[in-house]
């Protein structure tokens, strides 16, 4: 991986919506994470997970206005978490269908639950673990939805699942329908919400990667405050 930019521009991007042919025009957030990283520009850099990387576009194009520069403080976290494993891709996924199925409408919680349930025969599966193994974060979030946790258990019953089908269809689906689900539901604190689901993520590949993640140098902390008050973005 390239070494980290640290040195801002003369003019770094704003934050915002969508995608951006030039930083002048702004930046979303893995727009601002390919810069850090010292790639090539793009809202789809190679020094982040594809998973968490779409995670992290919906949340920047879904959060308002007002909150995205709140979330300027989690783009240098994201660089370096990157691995091809599809235990990856189903630990992310566990993780931010269980945060948001208590709060989706009832069709989504179904989405979702389902999402979980295949997350863990993923890992059942990687991990040589007795097949129907549930962690405890699946379980107590499952209790919080009865009704969809039976009706994903009779749909999913019996039915195949492969990695591959997992990685290009149900954990971009699951990504999409939490997010969606979070910025629509009925509640008051949705920017809060879909701040702590990504943040929750990348805690989340943090801890599974570990030791292997090659972030390379940490961005300077003077430098990055530099760069959050040069874009109109918020340090934590």
Same mark, same amino acid.
């Given at each position: 991986?390239?070494?980290?930019? =640290?040195?801002?521009?003369?003019?770094?991007?704003?934050?915002?919506?969508?995608?951006? *042919?030039?930083?002048?025009?702004?930046?979303?957030?893995?727009?601002?994470?390919?810069?850090?990283?010292?790639?090539?520009?793009? +809202?789809?850099?190679?020094?982040?997970?594809? &998973?968490?990387?779409?995670?992290?576009?919906?949340?920047? @194009?879904?959060?308002? @206005?007002?909150?995205?520069?709140?979330?300027?403080?989690?783009?240098?976290?994201?660089?370096? &978490?990157? +691995?091809? @494993?599809?235990?990856?891709?189903? %630990?992310? /996924?566990?993780?931010?269908?269980? $945060?948001?199925?208590? /709060?989706?409408?009832?069709? !989504?919680? *179904?989405?979702?639950?389902?999402?979980?349930?295949?997350?863990?025969?993923? &890992?059942? @599966?990687? +991990?040589? *673990?007795?097949?129907?193994?549930?962690?405890?974060?699946?379980?107590?979030? &499952?209790?919080?939805?009865?009704?969809?946790?039976?009706?994903?258990?009779?749909?999913?019953?019996?039915?195949?699942?492969?990695?591959?089908?997992? *990685?290009?269809? $149900?954990?971009?689906?699951? %990504? !999409?329908?939490?997010? =969606?689900?979070?910025?629509? $539901?009925?509640?008051?604190?949705?920017?809060?919400?879909?701040? +702590?689901?990504?943040?929750?993520?990348?805690?989340?590949? !943090? $801890?599974?990667?570990?030791?292997?993640?090659?972030?390379?140098?940490?961005?300077?902390?003077?430098?990055?405050?530099?760069?959050?008050? %040069?874009?109109?973005?918020?340090?934590?």
């Amino acid at each position: 991986m390239p070494g980290l930019n =640290t040195d801002p521009p003369l003019a770094l991007p704003v934050l915002s919506r969508g995608k951006h *042919r030039r930083p002048r025009q702004g930046a979303c957030f893995m727009e601002f994470a390919s810069y850090l990283a010292g790639e090539r520009w793009s +809202d789809h850099p190679a020094c982040t997970h594809p &998973l968490l990387s779409s995670l992290a576009r919906m949340v920047n @194009d879904t959060i308002s @206005d007002q909150h995205r520069p709140h979330l300027a403080h989690l783009i240098p976290s994201v660089i370096g &978490l990157n +691995d091809d @494993d599809t235990r990856l891709d189903a %630990i992310i /996924v566990r993780r931010v269908a269980a $945060a948001a199925l208590p /709060v989706v409408s009832a069709e !989504r919680q *179904r989405v979702l639950a389902v999402a979980i349930l295949g997350s863990e025969r993923i &890992l059942d @599966d990687l +991990d040589g *673990r007795p097949a129907g193994t549930l962690s405890a974060h699946s379980i107590g979030a &499952l209790d919080q939805v009865p009704d969809a946790a039976r009706w994903a258990r009779s749909f999913t019953a019996g039915m195949p699942s492969t990695h591959a089908g997992f *990685r290009r269809h $149900a954990g971009p689906t699951a %990504i !999409r329908t939490a997010v =969606t689900g979070i910025a629509e $539901a009925c509640v008051r604190d949705t920017d809060r919400r879909l701040h +702590d689901l990504l943040a929750a993520a990348v805690d989340e590949c !943090r $801890a599974w990667i570990g030791a292997d993640a090659q972030p390379g140098e940490p961005v300077d902390a003077a430098q990055w405050s530099q760069a959050c008050q %040069i874009t109109g973005t918020a340090t934590p």
